[in-house]
């Protein structure tokens, strides 16, 4: 069944331009809220909470939507949200997306202190420096999520992980694993590094190699590796942070391998390693 509330028509109204304005980061700061669309992300937002309470707080539904995921419609309003109906048109004009999927929600934000990244020992974490693009910074986050990371960090040179498009790309990993944001690099590399984290950054023209850390055994303990900007990579004074630069190789003829490519490699070595025999996730249980 649809949800019982007056169906909203105009773009006009104050609850629409509320909820469209999230589109701009100045807004979402101020607000401290973000949207997130489609089914899966309104789905993982619906069952997330934070200590501030339920991370879900209004739904946006065309009609359609609302009779297709009667599931969602259920779980955001068992979760305190407000559900509105919406016309098309409305949630065209909130959506950021070419062709809108008729969920909206707005969130509250969800990120979490670094300092308690910290405290809870992760053994694998993706550190985002410099990352620009929302789509990569969302992609990577999907891929530590996948690789079974306990933390994500955005230093303060990187992109906002609220950004319409990181949220989509993440496909509801935003919601899965701990995300630190606008920590300076220097203090995410000494932090991670007094909690017993081997830093790594990757970078192609690395002087280590990952096949060969593999082979050497090297990779099985607690790990961050660091990925940079995605058109020029690592500066020096960041490479010289970390305990080594390693390069994934390449076999074939291809120049490169993106930074969304290149991170799920890296982070599925790390936990391959981690899960061999003597690594730390064999040790501590995950």
């Known amino acids: 069944m649809p949800p019982a509330t007056p169906e909203l028509v105009s773009p006009r109204s104050p609850r629409v331009l509320a909820a469209r304005r999230l589109a701009k980061r100045n807004f979402r700061g101020k607000d401290r809220l973000f949207l997130a669309e489609g089914p899966q992300a309104v789905r993982e937002a619906a069952g997330h909470r934070t200590e501030a309470g339920a991370t879900l707080v209004e739904l946006f539904t065309t009609l359609e939507a609302a009779e297709r995921h009667a599931d969602i419609v259920g779980a955001a309003r068992d979760a305190g949200a407000r559900v509105h109906l919406a016309a098309e048109q409305v949630i065209a004009d909130i959506s950021t997306t070419v062709t809108p999927q008729g969920l909206v929600g707005v969130c509250r934000f969800l990120d979490t202190p670094f300092e308690e990244v910290l405290a809870a020992r992760p053994r694998l974490v ?56 606008g920590v300076p690099v220097e203090q995410a590399v000494e932090g991670l590094r007094e909690a017993g984290v081997r830093i790594l950054a990757a970078d192609g023209a690395g002087d280590r190699d990952l096949d060969d850390e593999l082979d050497k055994g090297t990779m099985g303990g607690p790990t961050a590796w660091v990925f940079g900007n995605e058109a020029w990579g690592l500066p020096e004074e960041t490479r010289a942070l970390t305990d080594a630069v390693v390069r994934v190789p ?13 991170a799920a490699v890296c982070l599925y070595a790390s936990a391959r390693a981690q899960r061999a025999s003597g690594g730390c996730r064999s040790v501590t249980g995950n």
């Open 126 to 181: 993706a550190l985002l420096a410099n990352v620009r693009d929302p789509g990569n910074a969302g992609t990577v986050l999907r891929c530590a999520d996948a690789a079974g990371a306990e933390a994500v960090v955005l230093t303060d040179a990187s992109v906002d992980v609220y950004n319409p498009k990181a949220v989509r790309a993440s496909v509801g990993s935003l919601f899965h694993l701990p995300v630190a944001v």
């Open 250 to 262: 390449i076999h074939g003829k291809a120049e490169s391998l993106n930074l969304a490519t290149a």
